[in-house]
């Protein structure tokens, strides 16, 4: 007994080691993993080219104090958008260890909402047209107040578009007058962002079946269209081949789900009743069976109930009585209907005779 109390004890000691905060001094070399800490603060201003070895799989989460740059490399330093990063005080990343000295940055909060790129602390952009030379952007007040003042981009569309796996490896584009594009699957070391470099909003589309991964971490695969107002960005990353698209940044206001549905401006996880329709589903609903609403929006769920003689029904949601029907010793009925968030669990218990109907 005595040997478990001092594993226990040093397994709980390690957990505290990992999980306290640190400090290190900037450096050309940054070895990270001189300190156990998960969660670090770099000091200091001098640039960042490596984080040192450790193996792979060990995680930090790094806070800023001063602005400094890490410099990219596509097999040592894996940023976001392939370009050298410009820290602020206070810019918060998390790295990731993949061994051998290579590390990546797998998210990363700026203290101003975004963070700068090399060379340009003023965080103002301009904007390379279609043609030579560049102009400036006008841009509204409203926009200005979660936008950029404008952005670098490498090429434009001015007509629909769908992109081929060789144009989303680091480019970035203008979209102009309301244009959609759609993308491809996600190849290894793909990377592109978009910038609607118009005064009505643009559109890029993931068709159903490619996968990406929201920056609250829902990952959905059955087409999703992102709604760009007038001079805002989507920058996206691919997770792996084939492996899908990780969303890394955007100022965009507006995301539509269902991309068979143009141009509906619904906000994500809103569309309620968009693309739904009323179905009996009595055949594929056994009282005291949970079921899970994975359809990728909320549903709206009536329960009819009959019964010749006393009996009762309930509703449960997420393990909660939410509705309950009951009659005592005549014949009767009634209904009880709710709305099941998207992802969450449901079942109705009941000795009556029901007919299940779902808006999904």
Known sequence: MSDINNVMRQVMADVRTLAASGSIASASTTDLGSLDATFLTVTGAIGINSFGTVDAGIYKIITFDSALTITYNATSMILPGAVDKVT???????????????WKCVFYGASTGYAALAGNSAQTFDVAAATAGSHAVNKTLADALYTPISYSTQGAFGADTTLTTSQVLGQSYSLLSGITVTLPNAPAGGNVTFFADSATSCYVTIPSGIYIRL???TAINTGLTYELPPYCTLELLSNGAGAGWDVIRTTGKNIIQNATVANQPVAYGQAFTLGQSWQEV??????????????????FISIRSQQASSGYTNLVIDGLPVGTQQQNTIAGGGTISSVIPN????RYDTTNNCFIYELR
């Open 215 to 217: 920056p609250d971490g």
């Open 343 to 346: 992802g969450s669990t449901y």
């Open 282 to 299: 009595t055949g594929s609903r056994a009282s005291g069976v949970t079921y899970t609403n994975s359809t990728g929006k909320a549903i």
């Open 88 to 102: 602020a005080a206070g810019d918060t990343a998390l790295f990731v260890s993949l061994g051998a000295g290579n």
